[in-house]
């Protein structure tokens, strides 16, 4: 597969994340059966949006190699989201039954997910701001692994780091995603010395995926109490994450030859944009009936769209007229 049609399907794939995102917060009205148990790993979705992370990453920070511009479009591009959003959520709490100040103000920032603190919004934000400020650093490191043993020896390197936080209930979720992110840059940084994978590694990376299945499936079978301190939750999906974004771009790109396909592709890459906004939103809303929550999610993620839409104008207006005087 030519690396390019990853990257064209990028918004696809996002799209794909956040709806086994859904599926999994809504599996629990399902009645008993195989797809709910297959639906309970579906929380894998948030690791194709860092695997994809890493890959814009990559090449966001390749365009100037500034630390102080990379934060700043990555801030951009997250806080009009989800500075609205946590407001709202922190007067709730705050109405609910209180919330100390350095807990509000953690999770204003963003950082909550480093800190044993209550309330605590969703971890998922802390976790990109970890990997934004080590993107100048991974970058260099997936440019300089060059070759397949180079590749193992820093994806092993992180996988070593993340070990040193197990048991650390907070930090473990976070650090463990470290090598997908990181799989993501590796892929960025491979098109970038040749077109595409060959027949063989893209069949392998496919392999993997049930490959990866099967481990969570056997951790989760013999050692259910470990899942969580030892970061068997998420150590799979390194396995499973690149292979699944392969398959969804090249359904995506075999959709591209007809019309209805096109349509489709056009209504995921639509919905691909407002992933960040779709997960921000879902958490916030109890679990109603599969239809009311989708629902609900999809009102609610409008609101915020248009609200971040206009912040992000507003800055953008000041930031022109800055540059102007």
Same mark, same amino acid.
């Given at each position: 597969m030519r690396f390019e049609t990853l990257f064209r399907y990028r918004k696809q794939c996002m799209t794909a994340a956040i709806v086994l995102i859904l =599926?999994?917060?809504m599996k629990a009205a399902w009645p008993e059966s195989p797809a709910?148990? +297959? +639906?309970s790993f579906f929380y894998g979705g948030v690791d194709l949006f860092f695997f994809l992370s890493g890959v814009g990453c990559f090449f966001s920070w390749r365009r100037d190699r500034d630390p102080a511009a990379f934060l700043r479009r990555r801030a951009l591009r997250i806080l009009p989201s989800y500075l609205p959003l946590i407001l709202v959520w922190l007067a709730l709490q705050a109405a609910e039954g209180g919330i100390a100040p350095n807990a509000a103000l953690a999770n204003l920032l963003g950082v909550h997910g480093f800190m044993k603190l209550e309330p605590s919004f969703n971890w998922y934000v802390s976790g990109m701001w970890l990997s934004y400020l080590l993107t100048p650093w991974l970058a260099a490191l997936a440019e300089r692994c060059d070759t397949k043993p180079r590749m193992a020896a820093g994806l092993a390197g992180l996988l070593m780091l993340s070990a040193a936080f197990w048991y650390d209930y907070e930090l473990v979720i976070m650090l463990t995603r470290l090598p997908v992110f990181f799989a993501g840059m590796l892929f960025a940084a491979e098109s970038e010395r040749r077109d595409a994978l060959t027949r063989t590694e $893209? +069949?392998?990376l496919l392999a993997l995926v049930p490959v990866g299945a099967l481990l969570l499936w056997e951790f989760a079978k013999y050692l259910p &109490?470990?899942?969580? &301190?030892l970061g068997l939750h998420w150590y799979p999906f390194l396995l499973i994450a690149p292979g699944a974004c392969l398959a969804v771009a090249g359904t995506a790109?075999? =959709?591209a030859r007809c019309r209805a396909g096109r349509a489709l592709n056009r209504a995921a890459g639509f919905i691909g944009g407002y992933t960040f906004e779709i997960y921000l939103t879902h958490l916030c809303l109890p679990r109603l009936p599969a239809p009311l929550f989708l629902l609900s999610t999809a009102l609610c $993620? +409008?609101?915020l769209a248009a609200v971040s839409k206009l912040l992000r104008r507003g800055l953008?207006?000041?930031r022109t007229a800055g540059a102007a005087l």
């Open positions: =599926l999994n917060h709910k148990i +297959a +639906a $893209t +069949a392998l &109490d470990r899942l969580w &301190d790109s075999a =959709l $993620t +409008a609101l953008e207006k000041r």
